[in-house]
């Protein structure tokens, strides 16, 4: 199946797409980093490190490595996109069955339930193992000299603290609680196992990570061949996250400096009327700051959001959604095109509203790439820079928080947030709230927003979930209970 064909990827990145990663597993020598070719044929299974980084083209193919180990399933091609991580965000029901399933016990938040616990320990096995890749990469870097080094670095260190950001953010308390105990921060490949560090020593190393990351991003030379150029970690991408994870943090002077520091990039929000055409499983075109080319996710999106009918499996668009959009203040000049071109509603046994902002039917059918798009989930976006400067001013300009806000808002096709509708800080909260509802639906950045503002959730069939550790912070695996990594 060709789904790159001669759509001006490159050679190097289809070479990246074709490649099947070797699955890191505890018990490996080496990590999932390159194709057959580097394979030790002594010692089947395991890397030739020296072989494989013996030349520039053997870093650049491991950190792509890196990249597609990202996009897999149990990661960001699903549970940390539109998957299980926004099940538990309380964003879908499914009323199928009339028994238990194992999405209803998602949807319950039964984290240590037989049949939901292997979600998330896949989660956290997949992320260490990709950390693992790119701390390979890392520490094979020492020795060599090649041009392109300097950026590789930057991409690895960037890509090991957004994978330990997002388990922080899953498994450890907020900051708040920084003296606790949270997760361990892997600096470097070994079989050993890694003690966890506290809430804040791991936001600082990930903060330290990123900030060197920026520099050599910033200071590094173009990379020839490998486009487009949202599929690899930039500098731009680098210093969202240093934003992302800075305001987390309640650094906001930084978080402020770094959103700024990415909005210098080539970045633009398309026009109102083309947002039905921005996603469709797609990275988001001019918006998209750092995305991964996942030309299989279209499977689960299908099977996850979008079947030919009603499925156990199925995730069923909550019936608030309406109330989130606002859809009783829309006019004709007051309309919310994100409503519009995010969700379809259909009649099977009864009607349901389905998510298809991420369903592209030409794709799945035909499976041809439309010219200019590439398959996959975004990462990092532009609207987030201006809830993270509006939410980073507030305190001192709040004229300045209403406009960065009212950049995204009048970009979607609303008429512009009222000076009195944020004349609190609860009312901020709850507009800035309301607006990351409606722009990452389906994108995993909601369970983390009310875990972040310590929010209760409201759940299906009336239940409230409270802001406590048995709603935001995941089981680890029983292994690391009492020790690292297994």
Not at 4 to 30: C, F, H, N
Not at 385 to 396: F, K, M, N, T
Request: aromatic share 12%.
């Amino acid at each position: 199946r060709d789904v790159l064909g001669s759509r001006g990827l490159g050679d190097v990145y289809k070479r990246q797409m074709e490649r099947i990663p070797i699955r890191i597993t505890a018990l490996l020598v080496m990590t999932t980093l390159a194709a057959c070719d580097f394979l030790d044929i002594d010692t089947p299974g395991i890397v030739n490190r020296d072989k494989m980084f013996e030349n520039e083209q053997g870093f650049i193919d491991a950190m792509n490595g890196v990249y597609a180990s990202m996009a897999d399933a149990d990661l960001y091609g699903e549970q940390l996109s539109f998957g299980f991580v926004d099940e538990i965000a309380q964003l879908y029901y499914n009323d199928y069955e009339a028994n238990e399933t194992t999405l209803t016990k998602t949807f319950d938040l039964r984290y240590r339930d037989e049949d939901v616990r292997p979600q998330i320990d896949a989660i956290w096995s997949k992320a260490y193992n990709t950390i693992a890749s790119a701390n390979s990469v890392l520490d094979n870097i020492s020795g060599h000299d090649f041009a392109i080094l300097p950026r590789i670095r930057g991409e690895a260190l960037t890509v090991r603290a957004f994978l330990h950001f997002d388990l922080l953010r899953l498994f450890a308390p907020n900051i708040e609680r920084g003296d606790e105990q949270a997760i361990p921060y892997v600096e470097h490949f070994s079989i050993s196992p890694v003690e966890r560090s506290t809430v804040r020593e791991v936001y600082e190393r990930i903060v330290a990570d990123l900030t060197e990351a920026y520099g050599l991003l910033r200071d590094a030379q173009p990379a020839s061949g490998r486009t487009p150029e949202e599929l690899y970690v930039s500098q731009y991408a680098a210093a969202a996250l240093l934003a992302r994870v800075c305001n987390w943090g309640g650094d906001h002077e930084t978080a402020e400096r770094y959103a700024l520091e990415a909005l210098k990039g080539p970045f633009a929000f398309i026009r109102e009327e083309q947002i039905k055409n921005l996603f469709l499983g797609y990275t988001a075109r001019t918006e998209c700051i750092w995305g991964l080319h996942a030309p299989d996710m279209y499977l689960d999106v299908r099977s996850r959001l979008y079947p030919t009918r009603l499925t156990d499996e199925l995730d069923m668009v909550r019936d608030n959604y309406q109330t989130i959009f606002r859809v009783s203040s829309f006019t004709s000049t007051n309309n919310d095109y994100r409503y519009q071109s995010y969700f379809t509603r259909t009649k099977w046994e009864h009607s349901v509203v389905l998510l298809t902002k991420f369903y592209d039917k030409y794709y799945d059918e035909e499976q041809i790439v439309p010219s200019g798009r590439i398959p996959g989930p975004n990462l990092v976006r532009l609207p987030e820079l201006y809830y993270i400067l509006a939410e980073s001013v507030y305190d001192r300009d709040p004229a300045a928080a209403l406009e960065y806000l009212n950049t995204v808002v009048t970009a979607r096709g609303l008429h512009p947030i009222e000076a009195a509708d944020i004349a609190t800080p609860a009312s901020f909260r709850e507009e800035l709230l309301n607006e990351i509802m409606k722009e990452f639906w389906g994108e995993g950045q909601i369970f983390a927003t009310y875990k972040r503002f310590n929010l209760p959730m409201e759940g299906v069939n009336g239940k409230e979930h409270p802001a406590t550790d048995d709603t935001y912070l995941l089981p680890l695996p029983e292994s690391e209970e009492s020790a690292g990594i297994d």
